[in-house]
Structures are given as structure tokens and as C-alpha cells.
């Protein structure tokens, strides 16, 4: 196993990329999507069903961890992969998006931020220096800037700001990141700049110059249109090093992976299967169902009977109809587990395409596969 962090581009598609992150903990398949482990825990899926579904790597929140147990706790008792069990990369947000949009009070400036705790109103600070050491005292394999991100539309003034903060952040991340992290563990800059491309740029060349081992593109999915994030990626994507991964951060829908896939994104998070799957809702290959609707309740068929996922594979609508309708544990457990196992199975065809030259006739098929109105 490697002892360092490293991308190794394997084949390219027109835009999609297929590629490999070495780390320490093992190796992540990109494109990779990352189920979101938001309080060390992928909502109602064991770590069992996450290796099981094929999932390399998951995300977990600085904000919610150093709340609550706290990151100094979870240091304590060995790290954050020994707590939650979970042997596999773990990649770390900074807590910054947390900040602005769940705490009570905030105040930022050039400093950091200092808020109030959602849980029970406690003040705290989240400076770009104590963001790192959460992350380190947890043990995350890969480590993101914190940065400013702000919800869309907004003045090019706001945008401007958050751009300048989150650069001067991005520098002091990366300092104490140095005198930090352990071999291995890795650093993310964060690409800011709205879905204007001037600031995108500048945002951009100025990480790339900082040179950091992988790149997210941020500020995205936060209030603008699919059409706006996709153009705004494209032109992201084409500033930032092809031989460094890139992770988008919080997409999303299955038709959005592969239209990002498309456009040069390596990594994804996003709660959206789990959050469906307690909701009554199942991602297919013929597209979302809802299982709340009573056209299923006398439905033996299974999700999907090719799936390797038991969930997806060996209890009928019928089922999980009706455990979704009583309210019971198990039907917001079998989704979730099926969802996560879904999205995996679509990274890995998406893997298979690139690898064989054949992305974008499997993209326009898939795409309208998934827009089948059958399903539902």
C-alpha cells in the first residue's frame, strides 16, 4: 500500500477522466462518489454495507464532529476512522459551509468565523488554522481549505470578498497544514468564485500556483442553474492541472455525475441518496422510485433483480411499500442502502466507459434511461 498521496491518470475521454488516488488507506476508483458520513456515520448504512456496495472513500463534517463528540475526544479514542470503523480514505470537509448555513450567529471576517452553536448555542471559532487541526485531530485522509462559500445569486462584490478571504485562508490552511498533518494526508484547495468566469480564473491560477494536491471546485450547487454550474465547471476544470484530482463538491443527481464526469470532475459528495432512501425514494437504472406511491403496493418485483445489492435485489416494492408507509426503520435503511449502492454501480460504469473509449454514447443512453418516467 502507498505511504504517500498520489494521482495517477489513467485514461481520458474526451473530458472524462479515469484515474486512481493512492493514499496511505487505500486506493480511491475516480470518478469516485463519496456517500456523506455527516456525524461519522453514513445515515442508516453500516460501514459493512459500504464496502460491501464498493464505496472507497467517505466524507465526513469537521463542523458537526468538533461539536459534537468533539475532535479532541475522537483523537483521543484512536481517530475518526477507528471510531466509526471504517478502515477506507476518509475525506473531511473544513466546516466552513456548515458555519454559514446551520449556525445560529456568525460573524466573519479575515480572521475566521465565530459562531454559535446550532446544538446549544456555544461560541466558537473557526479560524483557518483550528479548521486543520479538527481535521488532523480526527485523522482525515484528505483535507479541505476552509473557505467562504456563498449562496447564489450574489453582488460581484460578495463574490469578489469571499474569493480574496478564502485565498489569504487557503495560505494559512496550507501552513499549518505543514506543521500538521502525517505522512500521507493530503490538502484541497477550494476554487471559489460564484458562476462569474473572471473570478473563477483568478481563483483558479492563484490555488495552481499555491500548488496543493488536489483541487475542489466549490460554490456550486448552492442556488444557481444545472446550465450555470455545468458552464461554470467546464471552465474551472480546464484551468486546473490535469495530472491533480478534481472533487466537486456537494453534486449530486445521477444525470448531474455524468454530465460533470463529462466535463473533467473526478470526485463527488452529495447526501442525496441517503436522503432519499429515509424519504421513500429509490435510484435505478430506469429511474427514481417512490415508493410511497400505491401503485407499488402489490408490486413482487424487486428494485432491480441484476443488483449485487440485497437491499436493491431481494425485497419486492411490495415490502418496501409498506415499510415505508408504516414508518418503520428498515424501510428508510433498505433504501439508503440501495441508493448507496446504486451510485456506485453508476461511478463504476461510468469507469468502464472511459476506460473503453466509449463515454459518450454510454452517457446519452444512460441519460435517457434515467429520464424514464416508468419508474415512478
Known amino acids: 500500500m502507498s505511504q504517500r498521496f498520489a494521482f495517477t491518470l489513467a485514461a481520458t475521454d474526451a473530458g472524462a477522466r479515469l484515474g486512481e488516488i493512492a493514499t496511505p ?11 456523506v458520513g455527516t456525524a461519522a456515520t453514513v445515515k442508516a448504512v453500516t460501514t459493512d454495507q459500504l464496502r460491501a456496495s464498493g464505496v472507497d472513500v467517505v466524507l465526513a463534517n469537521t463542523y458537526h464532529l468538533m461539536l459534537r463528540p468533539g475532535a479532541e475526544r475522537i483523537a483521543r479514542l484512536g481517530g475518526l476512522h477507528g471510531f466509526m470503523r471504517w478502515d477506507r480514505p476518509i475525506l473531511t470537509d473544513s466546516g466552513g459551509f456548515q458555519v454559514m448555513s446551520l449556525a445560529k450567529l456568525r460573524t466573519i471576517t479575515d480572521a475566521g468565523v465565530a459562531f454559535q452553536s446550532h446544538i446549544d448555542g456555544a461560541s466558537h471559532l ?74 473563477r480564473a483568478h481563483s483558479a491560477d492563484a490555488l495552481v500556483a499555491m500548488d496543493f494536491p488536489g483541487y475542489a471546485i466549490g460554490g456550486l450547487a448552492v442556488g444557481e442553474s444545472q446550465s450555470a454550474m455545468l458552464d461554470t465547471l467546464e471552465l474551472t476544470a480546464r484551468r486546473l492541472p490535469a495530472h491533480k484530482p478534481r472533487y466537486l463538491m456537494g453534486v449530486g443527481a445521477p444525470v448531474d455525475l455524468i454530465e460533470a ?61 409498506h415499510l415505508v408507509k408504516s414508518e418503520e426503520y428498515l424501510g428508510a435503511m433498505l433504501l439508503s442502502w440501495a441508493n448507496v449502492a446504486f451510485y456506485q454501480e453508476l461511478m463504476a460504469a461510468m469507469r468502464a466507459a472511459i476506460a473503453e473509449g466509449r463515454f459518450a454514447a454510454w452517457a446519452a443512453q444512460t441519460k435517457m434511461q434515467l429520464a424514464g418516467r416508468g419508474a415512478e
Open 126 to 199: 473557526l479560524t483557518p488554522e483550528r479548521a486543520i487541526e479538527v481535521q488532523c485531530l480526527l485523522g482525515a485522509d484528505i483535507q479541505m481549505q476552509l473557505d467562504e462559500c456563498i449562496a447564489l445569486p450574489a453582488t460581484r462584490e460578495e463574490i469578489d470578498r469571499a474569493v480574496d478571504r478564502s485565498l489569504a485562508w487557503a495560505k494559512r490552511c496550507k501552513l499549518a497544514f505543514e506543521s500538521l498533518a502525517k505522512p500521507g494526508q493530503a490538502l484541497f484547495g477550494i476554487v471559489q468564485g460564484g458562476t462569474d468566469a473572471s473570478l
Open 261 to 321: 464526469v463529462a466535463r473533467g470532475a473526478d470526485m463527488f459528495d452529495c447526501v442525496l441518496p441517503t436522503r432519499s432512501g429515509r424519504h421513500g425514494q429509490a435510484f435505478t437504472w430506469s429511474g427514481k422510485v417512490n415508493l410511497r406511491n400505491a401503485r407499488h403496493a402489490e408490486d413482487a418485483r424487486p428494485l432491480d433483480p441484476e443488483s449485487r445489492c440485497p437491499a436493491a435485489r431481494d425485497y419486492s416494492r411490495a415490502y418496501l411499500h
Open 25 to 35: 488507506r487505500g486506493t480511491i476508483r475516480t470518478p469516485a462518489f463519496m456517500p
